[in-house]
């Protein structure tokens, strides 16, 4: 069964990069075909799709987020990394890693990550 896990910094200042990891154990991200998904939802708001990484590493993001969004993977560690620069209060929000399986559709999420941006 797989499971993922978030970690990261809760505190980030404006204008910094966040830095999000989710550690993947039970499968390997480089299982055929199966995507791995960054979620967020802020205070009031639901859940906004930012990006994904595909078995073969391929990425794609959200049209908004998509000049300040880097989705990376580490097949050595199993892991996966999302950076989001020049953070706004407005990223504030609970940041969710979970896997897409078969069509698409999400089999596992990881228990999320609260992160505060603030001076």
């Known amino acids: 069964q797989v499971q993922l896990r978030e970690s990261g910094p809760g505190l980030v200042k404006p204008s910094q990069t966040l830095s999000l990891t989710c550690a993947v154990s039970?499968?390997?991200?480089?299982?055929?075909?199966?995507?791995y998904t960054w979620i967020r939802q802020a205070p009031g708001k639901g859940l906004e799709w930012i990006g994904h990484i595909t078995y073969v590493g391929d990425t794609i993001s959200a049209p908004s987020l998509e000049s300040r969004t880097s989705i990376s993977r580490d097949t050595s560690k199993n892991q996966i990394t999302l950076n989001l620069s020049s953070v706004t209060p407005e990223d504030t929000a609970v940041y969710y890693c979970a896997r897409k399986g078969i069509g698409l559709l999400i089999d596992s999420w990881g228990q999320g990550t609260q992160v505060t941006v603030s001076s």
């Open positions: 039970g499968a390997a991200i480089t299982t055929s075909f199966y995507y």
